[in-house]
């Protein structure tokens, strides 16, 4: 019983509210019905059996005088004495006269072949001077009994034995339990369709609401609101609430737009600025190094001033580079691409991670003929940029693995190595801009934060996915999986 009443509630909330209003207002509607039906049926019951009751006494003393009894005789002495009860009682009643000894003395002739038995422990507490109401049901019949003493200068010489056919009763009873579970499941279905219409118009401002904060968040447009005319009640009050939560939503996200325009605008204009003297200074710094390398004995200490500011300025060109490339990505511009077969780009850019100094192994694993749309120039970007970051955290004597193969349709590029690794509560965010985790602050002092960020966007941008596992101390494998597009 048990695992049925949490099968039905596990359900039950599972439905939708619409469904469980509907379920439990028919529900509470079949308990009402049904406790209304037992007792308008047992009330109808009571009533008519002590109607019956009084018709019975009031009957057998309407009778008990036209008996003709002759005083001092006894009843099995005399002849019939019952009168025509046909004509002064319904025709459904049966009447008997019963001797002192228990014996039928008379009946009335309305009697069939049926006789019914009289149970013999009602009989004598009816001798015994008490009336007695009995019901009997045997061959068919179904009878209400009233026994009344026959009283002769105070003892009981007899019974006068009425009875009333309650077969017309139960028939109406029959009929009137038809009619209830009828009317009752006519009222359940009537019931049933009108909360669910009711439960709906009710919850269609809900259903509205619902609607336009899934449509808000798959479009960000807070201009929108929700429509409502009904009256204040607690669903008006939950859109007026929801329409100034959005108002207040639209407010900042238009403050928030303004403010990353703004620095949008500022981090392309500053980087596009920028390039000019750095390149300048970067320029007159290999002159300065030039002159100093025509003297006989140049200061040493100057030596290495010049070549910390080269190291500085190219840092800060490809930080400024950097920058550039993710203001024209927040700035909405798409790369121009075409198909291309990745094997050679990938040959290319392993070829120039070749020829930078490092004491880590390369090894490369291509497959040529896999044809993508993309640009070479920013695949070949991304390669270097995932390269460069394995060459800088993996250790001298290290390896890094460079692998292409299609898997499905899609170009599955891999970078992997045996370095320092990343520790789990940094992998989350090692695609956010200048973010460096821990091992990475450690292992390389020039970083910028940016590389990673900008291989996102150029993964994004040709409709691939990166994806990074890494264990502190155990190396990193970075996976690109881009699509590939039929030969042409």
Known sequence: MSFVRNEFAS???????????????????????????IFVNLLLVWNVWNMIDRDLAVEAQEL?????????????????????VSAILPPDTLVQVIGAD???????????PQLP???EGAVERALAGQPVYLTVHQQGLWLRIYLAPLMENGRVIGLLWVARSMQTLGAALDLLQALLVGVGLLALLSAGAWGWMLARNSLRPMDDLTRTAHAIGQTEDFARRVEYSGPPDEIGRLAATFNSMLASLQAAHQHTESALAAQRRFVADASHELRTPLTSLRGNAGILRQMLGHLPKPPADVVEILADMDDELARLSRLVDGLLVL??????????KSPMDLGEVVAAAFRQAQKRPSQVSLHFESRSGVIVSGSADHLTQLILILLDNAMAYTPAGGQVTLRLRREGNNAALNVTDTGVGIDADDLHHIFERFYRGRAARAAVSDGSGLGLAIAHWIVEEHGGQIMARSEAGKGSSFTVNLPTVPPQ
Do not use: C, W
């Open 11 to 37: 359900r039950l909330r599972q439905m939708s509210i619409r469904s469980r209003l509907t379920v439990r207002y028919v529900a509470v509607l079949s308990l009402t019905l049904l406790a209304y039906g």
């Open 64 to 84: 008990y005088p036209k008996l003709n009894l002759r005083p001092g005789v006894p009843l099995a002495e005399q002849p019939a004495v019952l009168p025509d």
């Open 102 to 112: 228990g014996q039928v003395v008379a009946r009335s002739a309305n009697f069939g």
């Open 117 to 119: 038995r009289t149970d």
């Open 327 to 336: 203001a024209r990505a927040d700035a909405g511009q798409h790369l121009a």
